[in-house]
C-alpha cells in the first residue's frame, strides 16, 4: 500500500544535540510538508517542499532545517533541540494539480528532549 | 493568532446519537475546509472536505456543514460509533493548489460511549 512513513517513531535526544528526523513516501507526490504538534494544541507547519522549492514559514526557528535529496524522501534536521522542541513531528504529503487534494499524513515521530 | 478555532476540546455521546464537531475561522480568505480523524499513535487521515461554493457535502455517516457568513463549519456524524472515538481536526486552506498548507485547530476528543 502507498503510504507516508515516519523513522524512527520515538526519538530521545539530549539537550543541544543534533538529531534527524525521517520521511518516505510511496505515493510519489510532489509536495511535502514537516508539521510540529505539541500536546493539545494544532499541527503547526514549520515548511514544505514544492518539488524541489523550500518553503519556510516565517516564524520557524532557524533551529529547525530540512533537506530533500529526492521525491520519495525529506528530512528534518534539529540543530540544537531545546527543551521546548520536545513534539509530535508529522510529515505530510500532497500532489497539486487536484481541485481539493488532500494531505496523507505519516505516524509522526514524538521527540523527546532531556 | 489562531485562524481555525475549535472551542471544544472534548465530547462525549452516546453510540447511535448524533455528534457535532464545530468549528470556526477568521481568515475569509480560505475557500477549503477539511476535517482529519486521528487515532493514537497514528497519523491524521482525511476524513471529508467542503468547498466555499457549496454549503453540504455528505460521506455516508459523515455530514460537513458550511456557513461562510458566520465563518463557521461543522460535522455531523450520524449514527455515532465507538469506532468514531478519536480526536478530530478542522482544517482551512487558501487557493486550489496543492502547495497551500493546511491550518488546523486544536482538535476535539471525541468519545462515543456504547
Known amino acids: 500500500d502507498a503510504m507516508v512513513i515516519q523513522n524512527p517513531r520515538y526519538q530521545v535526544t539530549q539537550f543541544g544535540k543534533p538529531v534527524t528526523l525521517s520521511c518516505s513516501q510511496t505515493?510519489?507526490?510532489?509536495?511535502m510538508y514537516w508539521y510540529q504538534q505539541k500536546s493539545s494544541q494544532a499541527p503547526k507547519l514549520l515548511f514544505h517542499y514544492y518539488d524541489k522549492d523550500f518553503n519556510n514559514e516565517a516564524d520557524t526557528p532557524d533551529n529547525f532545517q530540512s533537506r530533500r535529496p529526492n521525491t520519495s524522501f525529506c528530512f528534518l534536521d534539529i540543530r540544537s533541540p531545546g527543551l521546548g522542541d520536545a513534539a509530535m513531528y508529522l510529515c505530510?504529503?500532497?500532489?497539486?494539480?487536484?481541485?481539493?487534494?488532500?494531505?496523507?499524513f505519516g505516524p509522526g515521530t514524538r521527540l523527546t528532549v532531556l | 493568532d489562531q485562524q481555525v478555532k475549535q472551542n471544544s476540546p472534548s465530547l462525549s455521546v452516546q453510540e447511535g446519537r448524533i455528534s457535532i464537531l464545530n468549528c470556526d475561522y477568521t481568515?475569509?480568505?480560505?475557500?477549503?475546509f477539511l476535517w482529519y480523524k486521528k487515532y493514537p499513535a497514528e497519523g491524521p487521515t482525511f476524513l471529508i472536505s467542503?468547498?466555499?461554493?457549496?454549503d453540504k457535502n455528505e460521506d455516508g455517516r459523515f455530514t460537513v456543514f458550511l456557513n461562510k457568513s458566520a465563518k463557521h463549519l461543522s460535522l455531523h456524524i450520524v449514527p455515532s460509533q465507538p469506532g468514531d472515538s478519536a480526536v478530530y481536526f478542522c482544517a482551512a486552506k487558501r487557493g486550489d493548489t496543492g502547495r497551500r498548507a493546511l491550518t488546523f485547530g486544536s482538535g476535539t476528543r471525541l468519545q462515543v460511549q456504547p
Open positions: 505515493l510519489n507526490h510532489n509536495v
Open positions: 505530510a504529503t500532497s500532489r497539486t494539480g487536484l481541485v481539493l487534494d488532500e494531505q496523507f
Open positions: 481568515n475569509s480568505m480560505f475557500d477549503y
Open positions: 467542503i468547498s466555499s461554493i457549496k
